[in-house]
């Protein structure tokens, strides 16, 4: 009961803020809009891989600027102290915001699947529809515990977001530049099991399933892996109060 009153309260708290997640979503719409029609398309890889990219990035800037930042806000306006003196555990307390912010990366993955359908032509099954849903909350968990590390290290909400810009603009370049090759065969090498890159290459496995290989066994490995330490990093030096 504790958890699911949390849980519609963040959810409330969500609804009443949605030009957060509007400006969440610019990214990968933009990305999709600057794409269509363009030879752009093409040299990053087709439609599909464009569709894959603009949600990854969707779910870099939702997790990152969104879940991050709103975490450290909420801190310094005494928002988890106060929640720690009532009858609610502590992880009821993470749980739901873990929880809505999944919530919202299936919605981004959702709108940003519909959008490159249309503008795009791209032609998905509802098999298809389910597998890309699948990894986005795969891929949504691996930069919701990246968010999760960032505001767990650091304390202010400004440092967070300026941070947490920094760190959107590196995956950027590594996701759009690095697998394209224009930054080197080492770059490259990077960029393919950065976060981003892997996100990416499951998104492409999961639309070609024919041509599924180990390196996806692996991306999904590498994911699990990276939810792994940096969900440890984010509770282990996580603090409750500002100060």
């Not at 939810?227 to 603090?239: E, H, M, S």
Request: charged letters at 10%; a positive charge; aromatic letters at 8%.
């Amino acid at each position: 009961m504790i958890l699911l009153s949390l849980a519609r309260a963040d959810l409330l708290a969500l609804v009443k803020n949605p030009r957060r997640l509007l400006l969440s979503f610019l990214l990968p719409i933009v990305l999709l809009i600057v794409t269509n029609g363009s030879k752009a398309t093409h040299h990053l890889g087709g439609a599909l891989y464009v569709m894959g990219l603009a949600i990854a990035y969707g779910l870099v800037s939702v997790s990152i600027l969104g879940y991050a930042l709103g975490v450290a806000r909420d801190r310094e306006n005494g928002v988890f102290q106060r929640l720690r003196v009532t009858p609610a555990p502590t992880w009821t307390i993470m749980a739901s915001r873990l929880g809505m912010q999944g919530l919202a990366n299936l919605v981004m993955a959702l709108i940003v699947v519909i959008v490159a359908s249309q503008m795009h032509h791209i032609s998905l099954s509802a098999t298809d529809y389910l597998l890309v849903l699948a990894i986005s909350v795969l891929g949504g968990a691996v930069f919701v515990a990246i968010g999760q590390a960032l505001v767990g290290l650091v304390k202010s909400a400004d440092t967070v977001n300026a941070a947490g810009r920094i760190l959107l603009i590196a995956l950027i370049i590594l996701g759009l530049f690095g697998q394209s090759g224009s930054l080197g065969g080492f770059w490259e090498s990077v960029s393919r099991w950065s976060p981003v890159g892997i996100v990416m290459t499951l998104f492409g496995g999961v639309l070609k399933l024919s041509a599924w290989n180990s390196q996806d066994w692996l991306s999904i490995v590498a994911c699990v892996g990276y939810i792994v330490v940096f969900a440890a990093i984010g509770i282990r030096w996580f603090r409750w109060e500002a100060q």
